[in-house]
Every structure is written in C-alpha cells, then in structure tokens.
C-alpha cells in the first residue's frame, strides 16, 4: 500500500488536549478539571459484516441517541475471553535545560540508558543546531545534575554523559524529578504538560519501567472498569513492550514496504502464554490492547497461531494487508494522518472499513490521539 492512502485532514480541533474530564468552576475563579478515563466515545466495528456501531441499544435492539462509551465494552465480551495488556510504564523523560554560558533553553528528551556505571544516556535535543559534542548542559539551577555531550548520533541525536558521583539509584530519583511525563509533541506545543500528566498519562497497570511513551489505547482502562471485567470472568494478560517514539517517526516513502520501524524491547513470559493460549483453544475471544501489543504478540506468535514466550527486540510493522496469527479482536485508539499505527489499525479491521470508521469519526466530533476516542475491531 502507499503512504497517500492514510491520509487525511484532522482538525485541529478534534485532537484531543486532555482525557476525558469534566470542568468545574470554583468559587475563587480557578477551573478545576476531573478526569474520568473510562469515558471516551467507543466505535465498534464488525469486519466480517462490514457494520459499525456508534450507539448505544435499547432493549429491544434498536439505535438510541446515547453515544457508546468505553464502559461499554463489557457488553461485547464473555466470560473466559481474554484481553492482552501491555504493562510498560513511562518515565518522565522530558527534561528542560540550559546551556552553558549562553543559558540557551534546550529541552532534552531521554530515550535510554546506555551505560548504568558511566552514566550514559541516548537522548534527542531541541534546538539541535545549537548542541555540539563538548557542551555541558545544567538541569538544577545551580545544582549538580550537569551533563556533557559526548557524541552525535542523529540530526537530532546525542549521546549524553551526566556528571553526577552517587549510588545509580539516587542519580536516577534525581533525575527523573526534574522530568516531565512524555506526552506527544502535538499537546506539547498547545498546552503546558502539568502534574495531572504524571497520572493521566500512565495506564493504572504500569509494572516494568522503560517507555517514553504511554501504550495510549490502554489509557481507557480505571480500576472501576478492570473490576467490572473481573466479575464478569474476563482474564487479563500482561506482557511488557517498551514504546519508542519510532512511530511517532514520519514515513518519507510512498512505498510502505520501504519503510523501517524503530525497533522496541518486549518481553513475553509463561504466564502470559499460558492463559492466552488456553482461551484460544477454547474458543474465547483473544483481544490485544493498543498497536503496541498487537506488534509485540504479532512478534512472538508461532505457526500454530499460539504465543510463544519472546524475551527480545522488534521492528515489526505492520500495514495492510496482513493476517494476524493471534488475536481476533483489537482496541486501538484514532490516530493521526499517515501513521503507522492507523496503518496497523486498518491491517487489522480492513482498510475499507477502517477508513470510513475514520470519516464517521471525523464527522461525528470524535477525538483522536492519545487522550482521543477508541475502537473496537471484533471479528464477527
């Protein structure tokens, strides 16, 4: 397929700033926001029927003008089917600096940890014409976190020494405190990032440290909803896929089978396999949670359509047209224009019918992005 096939004009007014929340005025003129992450609107698409729910249903089956939230989705599963989370947790890898002598602002966005004892970390800067290998940059004020540039790895990449003397523990509480959750440019460049990010931008199930950025599909998920789902016998399974800004990376061929993806550190245990594998032979829905999960399982899935336990890397990308080995229903989030998780969504629904839930999204004010709307691909 060609890049010109996914794209598409999204206003700037349907991307979405914050999650879904409601807003109170108090009395001394503050506006006050509560969040409610199990609140987006939810499309349900049927690819083997070709039909798209936007509504919810009375008694008798028909349409009411009551959207679909993302609650909602307990209707569309059984007892015994299982989901597959992806429990990656954030850092807060966005620092803000300044040069030294100049005290250039230069914002520095940690992208991993190269080398624990040296204090190593690959990262990339903004301005980037204005860091060269040599300088130091200070992130405390005039406290000690102090870092050189060692070495260029991009355009926009660089390698960074911190010059900090303690335990790696201290050195990284230190560091990260002068962090700020990671959330998209997009957002970033409309709004100032703020302490509620720290919480809205993590899922409630983060165990395993190393992302950059949030699995955002499974930001849907409160405790109110994962309990929900316990009563009603639905099995959670976690596997763990560190997310990369590689697809936030912009594809510069029109030829898709020309592009290479990032790649991303996943790991897939026993457990894991175990219960994933029983339900699929039993005939229960298997259900990956985000485009993170689904190219990570997609990764690890043998020629007997069953997980395989994977400690490793992947660059997988996945486009139209592909035939998943493993899962038979999928929860994605509506992403910007040309990206490759739009492109793994319509691998996975049909590019037909994705694309013209995409054009009822964009009509009916739906909300894209992370913080956006969510789909439901099911099988039937």
Same mark, same amino acid.
């Given at each position: 397929?060609?890049?010109?096939?996914?794209?598409? %004009?999204?206003?700037? *007014?349907?991307?979405?700033?914050?999650?879904?929340?409601?807003?109170?005025?108090?009395?001394?003129?503050?506006?006050?926001?509560?969040?409610?992450?199990?609140?987006?609107?939810?499309?349900?698409?049927?690819?083997?029927?070709? /039909?798209?729910?936007?509504?919810? %249903? !009375?008694?008798? +089956?028909?349409?009411?003008?009551?959207?679909?939230?993302?609650?909602?989705?307990?209707? &569309?599963?059984? #007892?015994?089917?299982?989901?597959?989370?992806? !429990?990656?947790?954030?850092?807060?890898?966005?620092?803000?600096?300044?040069?030294? %002598?100049?005290?250039?602002?230069?914002?520095?966005?940690?992208?991993?940890?190269?080398?624990? #004892?040296?204090?190593?970390?690959?990262?990339?800067?903004?301005?980037?014409?204005?860091?060269?290998?040599?300088?130091?940059?200070?992130?405390?004020?005039?406290?000690?976190?102090?870092? *050189?540039?060692?070495?260029?790895?991009?355009?926009? +990449?660089?390698?960074?020494?911190?010059? &900090?003397?303690?335990?790696?523990?201290?050195?990284?509480?230190?560091?990260?405190?002068?962090?700020?959750?990671?959330?998209?440019?997009?957002?970033?460049?409309?709004?100032?990032?703020?302490?509620?990010?720290?919480?809205?931008?993590?899922?409630?199930?983060?165990?395993?440290?190393?992302?950059?950025?949030?699995?955002?599909?499974?930001?849907?998920?409160?405790?109110?909803?994962?309990?929900?789902? #316990?009563?009603?016998?639905?099995?959670?399974?976690?596997?763990?896929?560190?997310? @990369?800004?590689?697809?936030?990376?912009?594809?510069?061929?029109?030829?898709?089978?020309?592009? /290479?993806?990032?790649? #991303?550190?996943?790991?897939?245990?026993?457990?894991?396999?175990?219960?994933?594998?029983?339900? %699929?032979?039993?005939?229960?829905?298997?259900?990956?949670?985000?485009?993170?999960?689904?190219?990570?399982?997609?990764?690890?899935?043998?020629?007997? +359509?069953?997980?395989?336990?994977?400690?490793?890397?992947?660059?997988?990308?996945?486009?139209?047209?592909?035939?998943?080995?493993? @899962?038979?229903?999928?929860?994605?989030?509506?992403?910007?224009?040309?990206?490759?998780?739009?492109?793994?969504?319509?691998?996975? +629904?049909?590019?037909?019918?994705?694309? *013209?839930? &995409?054009?009822?999204?964009?009509?009916?004010?739906?909300?894209?992005?992370? &913080?956006? !709307?969510?789909?439901?691909?099911?099988?039937?």
């Amino acid at each position: 397929m060609k890049l010109s096939q996914f794209k598409f %004009k999204l206003p700037e *007014e349907q991307i979405a700033l914050y999650p879904p929340h409601r807003v109170f005025n108090n009395d001394d003129g503050s506006v006050e926001r509560v969040y409610q992450r199990d609140r987006c609107r939810l499309m349900v698409l049927h690819r083997k029927s070709q /039909k798209i729910d936007l509504w919810q %249903k !009375d008694v008798n +089956g028909n349409d009411t003008q009551e959207p679909l939230n993302f609650r909602n989705i307990v209707d &569309y599963f059984n #007892e015994g089917d299982t989901f597959i989370f992806n !429990d990656t947790a954030v850092f807060p890898a966005r620092l803000y600096g300044t040069k030294e %002598k100049t005290d250039a602002k230069i914002e520095v966005f940690l992208l991993r940890e190269l080398n624990e #004892e040296l204090r190593l970390w690959d990262v990339l800067v903004e301005p980037a014409r204005k860091i060269r290998i040599g300088n130091k940059l200070f992130f405390d004020g005039d406290g000690p976190m102090v870092a *050189e540039v060692i070495d260029n790895t991009t355009s926009r +990449g660089r390698t960074l020494r911190f010059l &900090y003397d303690c335990p790696h523990d201290e050195f990284k509480r230190l560091l990260f405190s002068l962090g700020s959750a990671p959330v998209p440019r997009y957002i970033v460049d409309r709004r100032p990032v703020d302490d509620d990010d720290t919480v809205n931008f993590q899922t409630i199930y983060a165990r395993h440290e190393g992302a950059v950025t949030a699995p955002s599909t499974g930001l849907h998920f409160s405790r109110e909803l994962m309990k929900m789902m #316990e009563i009603r016998g639905f099995q959670n399974a976690f596997i763990t896929a560190h997310c @990369s800004l590689g697809a936030f990376d912009p594809i510069e061929v029109e030829d898709l089978t020309k592009h /290479k993806m990032n790649s #991303e550190q996943i790991i897939i245990g026993h457990d894991a396999c175990q219960m994933v594998n029983q339900a %699929k032979q039993a005939g229960n829905k298997i259900c990956v949670v985000g485009v993170s999960t689904a190219r990570a399982t997609e990764s690890a899935v043998g020629t007997d +359509g069953l997980l395989k336990e994977y400690d490793g890397w992947t660059n997988k990308f996945i486009f139209p047209p592909y035939e998943f080995g493993l @899962s038979n229903s999928m929860l994605a989030n509506f992403y910007h224009p040309e990206s490759t998780m739009m492109m793994c969504t319509a691998a996975f +629904g049909g590019y037909e019918l994705v694309i *013209e839930a &995409y054009n009822l999204a964009l009509q009916n004010d739906f909300k894209f992005g992370c &913080y956006g !709307d969510c789909m439901l691909i099911l099988d039937d």
